[in-house]
């Protein structure tokens, strides 16, 4: 089965630093882009970035330029997406998805990050 | 400020047949035939649902179609049924640096 699964859900004080994981089976996952995606609470959607994990090549979403670290490692399947000092406005709903061709067709569980102090 | 525009709601009736549009740019919806469509019930991950403008993955019910007519895209859900009740996002790809967008998210109400 073609899966995304998520770390766990995490509660963080205002400047922590976290690192939440996302990690493939099922398919090759140096063939294809993971993108991470942004949901506060009661929002919609918004796309923060992407990674290959190839060859780490990463784009993100100018708001989201140096707020946040995406990062990947081939060896074990595994994208990440980490804060260095967390907000409270960081806290949110965070999704993983494949991205096949121009579509996100398969979606982590997602990780709920919560900061507060 | 979402990059594409859709209703924050619509409604529909048991059976009845109902559309949600999806407006863009042509750096984005219309430019490109790479308007996606997810599905989204409370507390879960979003679903693809459509993908290309007017491609339904393996196993979404042909009761999902989707189109588009210049900057806006639209998804159809016909034969509405109660498990139909849930958000739905529109998503593109843009030749602008954010690379990707999504619309604000339509919560649709079945009757």
């Known amino acids: 089965e073609v899966q995304l699964v998520q770390s766990g859900a995490e509660v963080k004080k205002p400047g922590e630093s976290l690192k939440i994981s996302c990690k493939g089976s099922?398919?090759?996952?140096?063939?294809?882009?993971i993108g991470w995606v942004r949901q506060m609470p009661g929002k919609g959607l918004e796309w923060m970035g992407i990674?290959?994990?190839?060859?780490?090549?990463?784009r993100y979403r100018p708001s989201f330029q140096g707020q946040v670290t995406i990062s990947a490692d081939k060896s074990i399947s595994t994208a990440y997406l980490q804060w260095s000092s967390l907000k409270a406005s960081d806290t949110a709903m965070y999704y993983c998805?494949?991205?096949?061709?121009?579509?996100?067709?398969?979606w982590g569980q997602g990780t709920m990050v919560t900061v507060s102090s | 400020q979402s990059a594409l525009t859709q209703p924050a709601s619509v409604s529909g009736s048991l059976g009845q047949s109902i559309t949600i549009s999806c407006t863009g740019s042509?750096?984005?919806?219309?430019?490109?035939?790479?308007v996606s469509w997810y599905q989204q019930h409370p507390g879960k991950a979003p679903k693809l649902m459509i993908y290309?403008?007017?491609n339904r993955p393996s196993g979404v019910s042909n009761r999902f179609s989707g189109s588009k007519s210049g900057n806006t895209a639209s998804l159809t859900i016909s034969g509405l049924q109660a498990e139909d009740e849930a958000d739905y996002y529109c998503?593109?790809?843009?030749?602008?640096?954010?690379?990707?967008?999504f619309g604000g998210g339509t919560k649709l109400t079945v009757l």
């Open positions: 998503g593109s790809y843009t030749s602008s640096n954010t690379l990707r967008v």
């Open positions: 990674i290959y994990p190839r060859d780490s090549d990463t």
């Open positions: 042509s750096s984005d919806v219309g430019g490109y035939n790479y």
């Open positions: 099922g398919y090759s996952f140096t063939n294809y882009w």
């Open positions: 998805a494949r991205l096949n061709n121009m579509m996100l067709d398969i």
């Open positions: 290309d403008v007017s």
